[in-house]
């Protein structure tokens, strides 16, 4: 079965991971197909048995391929040059918590199942009410966000 691995904050927040060593971190581990895309995180694989990913360093959600393609064919926003589309993909209580907060004017927040989707003007994603809620470091573990140019790269590849 196909699988896709989001990593939360690799790279950036002060966990250093080579997209190489990720790869043969999977592979050793018994994944097959193993692929990164972009170094931020992003790990495509096959797996027979349900994927343990406990060896990672990092809080990890393991999607299946359907999940992904879901991303995109729910997508509630339409794309345009002004504005960002993110996926945040997130435990069960952060998709309670993102339906209870407030954005500004110029942001959008929609939840589908358990996917939250977040529109913002490019340039201000750490400035509106709810980027600079999702910015707290409590939160930070709850979820990890992709942007849906992001998705649809690793989706093409699976």
């Known amino acids: 079965m ?6 939360r904050g690799i790279n950036v927040g002060g966990v250093k991971i080579t997209m190489s060593e990720l790869k043969k971190d999977f592979e050793a581990h018994g994944f097959t197909k193993v692929q990164t895309i972009l170094a931020t995180g ?6 027979s ?11 990890t959600f393991e999607l299946t391929y359907e ?3 879901s991303f995109l064919e729910q997508n ?9 589309i993110y996926v945040l993909i997130g435990e069960p209580e952060f998709v309670k918590f993102a339906e209870s907060q407030p954005v500004s004017d110029d942001e959008a927040v929609k939840t589908i199942g358990s996917t ?15 980027g600079k809620i999702l ?4 939160y930070q573990t709850l979820f990890t966000s992709r942007n849906i140019n992001t998705i649809e790269k690793i989706f093409a590849k699976m």
């Open 76 to 84: 509630p926003f339409n794309k345009s040059d002004d504005k960002h």
């Open 135 to 138: 910015g707290k470091k409590k």
């Open 42 to 47: 992003n790990v495509i694989f096959e797996s």
């Open 116 to 130: 939250v989707y977040w529109q913002v003007p490019v340039g201000m994603t750490l400035k509106t009410e709810f």
């Open 49 to 59: 048995t349900l994927p343990d990913l406990s060896f990672l360093p990092v809080k």
């Open 67 to 69: 999940m992904v393609k």
């Open 2 to 7: 196909k699988y896709a691995a989001f990593l």
